[in-house]
């Protein structure tokens, strides 16, 4: 354990890239998967099992933590670590990306964004200061500077503006940090899928300094071809020896893609939402086990996964529990799913140490492509 927070690459197998972030609060193994726990819960799921499924890190959502209960409560309470009972390194996201798409009536200026809050309609001015500020009170371990996302697709006038007023809400972000020895800032590139406006985003990060550097912006909309489009180029233009972080990402193909082009991180609150809403990844693609093929099936999910869904119960089970809307249903497919997603990086990070990564993804495209167990 380190009172640092420090970055090192163990190895690395073409751009793809595995090694550890230390903190003061635990190790994240990389590439990681960061579980989204958006109010202070992993939707579904108690913290200790969000752990076993091989989560090193969460992620803590700015936006919806100020509004309710507040990061001033949090605070007096002890800080996020103790309010949710999670020890580990937590992430929060700076406000800026729901803030602009959850926020009613918001107005966007050089100061910040003032919005009426989507809960009970309350006004709230979000800064790049009280951004900063909340996710201290909070206790974040790796904090994230407050930017602004354009919505795809956009003018490149529009992107180029935008890119700017994020960089110089990143110089404002690293001004209100300040000095937080184990405590980490990230920067955050932008500049939409344009290289050039991608390059000078890097560029004004890189002249600023940070911990480590995100790439935001993807995910919205664009689609899977133009993602890779940028990441084919974007994350080589942040430093190497810093952590790289693409967030909001993504399917397990859109993973596998980062993690080849250089990524080390990623969020999503795909596995958990899907969870609930009857939808299950396996090594095999998706299943959806509201199907009627599943109501006599005795088989489990994944006869190869250990998770507590497919150890121990069957597809005719998780459909029946969903037809039924028990809440055991969200329980056992977010587990299964965050499970599946944790193996996934756990391959990964093996494959990249061992040096056939290629043939690793080999392996789990043609997998994906023999699609689902035949019905009985
Ligand atoms: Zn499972």
Known sequence: MT????????????????????????????PAFMPVGTAATVKAMLPESVAATGADILLGNTYHLM??????????????????????PILTDSGGFQVMSLADLRKLTEEGVAFRSHIDGSRHMLTPERSIEIQALLGSDIVMCFDECPALPATDK??????????????????????????????????????????????????????????????????????????????????????????????PD??????????????????????????????????????????????????????PACRSYSRAYLHHVFRAQEMISGMLLTWHNLHYYQQLMAEMRAAIARGDFGAWQAQFHAQRAEGDIEPL
């Open 3 to 30: 009172a640092r927070f420090e970055f090192k690459l163990a190895a690395t197998d073409g751009r793809a890239r595995t090694g550890a972030i230390s903190t003061p609060r635990g190790q994240i193994r990389t």
């Open 67 to 88: 509004l309710r209960p507040t990061a001033e409560r949090i605070a007096a309470l002890g800080g996020l670590h103790k309010f949710m009972n999670w020890p580990g």
């Open 158 to 251: 529009a992107v180029a503006e935008s890119m700017e007023l994020s960089m110089r809400w990143a110089r404002r972000s690293k001004e209100a940090f300040g000095e937080r020895p184990g405590h980490a800032l990230f920067g955050i590139q932008q500049g939409g899928v344009t290289r050039e406006l991608r390059g000078a985003s890097a560029d004004k990060l890189v002249e600023i300094g940070f911990d480590g550097y995100a790439i935001g912006g993807l995910a919205v909309g664009e689609g899977q071809e133009a993602m890779f489009g940028v990441l084919d180029y974007a994350p080589d233009m942040l430093p190497e020896g810093k952590p790289r972080y693409l967030m909001g990402v993504g399917k």
């Open 254 to 307: 859109d993973i596998v893609g980062a993690v080849a082009r250089g990524v080390d991180m990623m969020d999503c609150v795909l596995p958990s939402r899907s969870g609930r809403t009857g939808q299950a990844w396996t090594r095999r693609g998706q299943v959806n086990i509201k199907n009627a093929r599943h109501a006599d099936d005795p088989r489990p999910l994944d006869e190869d996964c250990t998770c």
